[in-house]
């Protein structure tokens, strides 16, 4: 989430595929509003309302993949996917709807803007090219500024700084762990520790910018990491049993939603409050979208108190399932939205 929760979305997945794809991450704005890429095109869902509105129509050529609201929410960072797995980004105006094509790009797994608003940061996978670049949407213009990086990073609240991995060269060996690095838009780096993370592994900082918390991997299981900026210093964040998958801050950096794996390959989602005894939201949530190709799904913060997250519901006979967006209140009731936005996208569809 962007605007105050720049701290929590940005971080995801570093998705090593042949396929530029992003996890499913929706972001909302300070005011409860939701934005929502779906085939038809990019949708603005307000939570409070549950109304509905069109922001950008898909054209055919490209499918919406992420969205992004700018710090100030006047904009809106689309990423579309072609056929052939190439991105387009377009900045769109939220209240003239004005779309502004920024270029077209090579495979994508995850773009951010930075706190200020004056660039946003991508990393682009593939032969040669890859690593975490920064775009200036004014211009369009590009600059590397990490080769090799997985796509999992933040920017830092100075709007100048990123935090991101770069596995180690031989990657396939086990035994050799990734670079947690600090990345300046000069393109300077310096690593500031190591981690042993996944291909899959979320990577969340805290609203001010002084910790961020990831799972790495070992001989005796996952465990979650708090890892203080810029000493690198890591503390291991205890969990009793519950198995951690990833872990987001919430916006004011005082909980983390945690999904978990658990019996039956069902993943509960837990909030951490500080201090506190863990909270359980649900106990079987989505986590990935399924297959050796399968995006990871992740839930979103709201407020402090409510959050976003999927739930796989049977349709189509008993194999075939469908993704529902569910919010809910911490400690308190659920609500499944799915129906919502799908007769308020049909009716606008129908325009």
């Not at 469908?322 to 308020?344: E, F």
Request: net charge neutral; hydrophobic share 40%; glycine share 10%.
């Amino acid at each position: 989430m962007t605007t105050r929760k720049s701290g929590i979305l940005m971080t995801m997945a570093a998705i090593v595929l042949l396929a530029g794809c992003f996890p499913i991450l929706l972001d909302v704005n300070k005011d409860g509003q939701v934005l929502i890429p779906r085939k038809e095109g990019v949708f603005v869902y307000d939570l409070k309302t549950d109304k509905i509105d069109l922001l950008l129509k898909s054209n055919g050529q490209a499918d919406p993949a992420w969205a992004r609201w700018s710090p100030d929410a006047s904009m809106a960072l689309v990423a579309a996917v072609t056929p052939d797995n190439q991105t387009i980004f377009t900045a769109v105006q939220v209240r003239s709807k004005r779309a502004k094509e920024l270029g077209q790009v090579g495979q994508v797994a995850l773009a951010i803007w930075s706190p200020d608003g004056k660039k946003f940061s991508f990393v682009e996978v593939g032969m040669g090219d890859g690593g975490l670049k920064a775009m200036d949407p004014a211009s369009g213009k590009s600059q590397m500024l990490l080769e090799g990086a997985s796509a999992t990073h933040a920017w830092l609240p100075d709007s100048k700084t990123i935090v991101a991995i770069k596995p180690a060269e031989n990657e396939g060996q086990d035994d050799k762990p990734a670079s947690l690095m600090l990345v300046t838009l000069d393109g300077k780096s310096r690593k500031i520790a190591e981690v042993r993370t996944e291909g899959n592994s979320a990577l969340s900082l805290s609203p001010d910018g002084k910790k961020l918390v990831l799972v790495e991997s070992g001989e005796d299981g996952d465990r979650l990491v708090s890892i203080s900026l810029p000493d690198g210093r890591k503390t291991p964040v205890t969990l009793g049993d519950l198995e951690p998958k990833a872990a987001f801050f919430s916006p004011d950096g005082s909980k983390l939603a945690l999904t978990t794996g658990g019996e039956n390959n069902k993943s509960r989602l837990v909030i951490l409050p500080n201090g506190g005894k863990p909270i359980v939201v649900d106990e079987d949530i989505m986590t990935s979208t399924g297959g050796m190709n399968g995006m990871p799904v992740y839930p979103t913060w709201v407020d402090e108190k409510t959050i976003l997250y999927f739930k796989a519901v049977p349709a189509y006979g008993v194999s075939g399932v469908s993704m529902h967006l569910v919010k809910a209140t911490i400690g308190g009731q659920s609500n499944d939205l799915q129906l919502t936005i799908d007769n308020g996208v049909a009716g606008l569809m129908k325009k």
